[in-house]
């Protein structure tokens, strides 16, 4: 994924977490990952593998189309 694709997708994720009141502890722990991954993710700072994208949207309870900008797809 491209710098600007991260970037949003992190900000969408940090903000479908807030909206379920989970921290990223939390988050990482419903995800069966580490809160220094979500953190790296948020921020944009860490590609990830399409697993990771599974686990993270099962954790939130969301679709892809909630943290992905899919009109630019």
Not at 10 to 20: M, W
Not at 30 to 54: P, Y
């Amino acid at each position: 994924m491209d710098k600007e694709s991260l970037i949003t997708f992190g900000t969408n994720l940090c903000a479908e977490r807030h909206r379920k009141k989970l921290s990223q502890e939390e988050l990482a722990a419903k995800a069966g990952l580490q809160m220094q991954q979500i953190s790296k993710i948020e921020n944009g700072k860490a590609d990830f593998k399409f697993t990771t994208l599974l686990r993270l949207m099962k954790a939130l309870n969301v679709k892809f189309e909630q943290l992905f900008d899919v009109s630019e797809l």
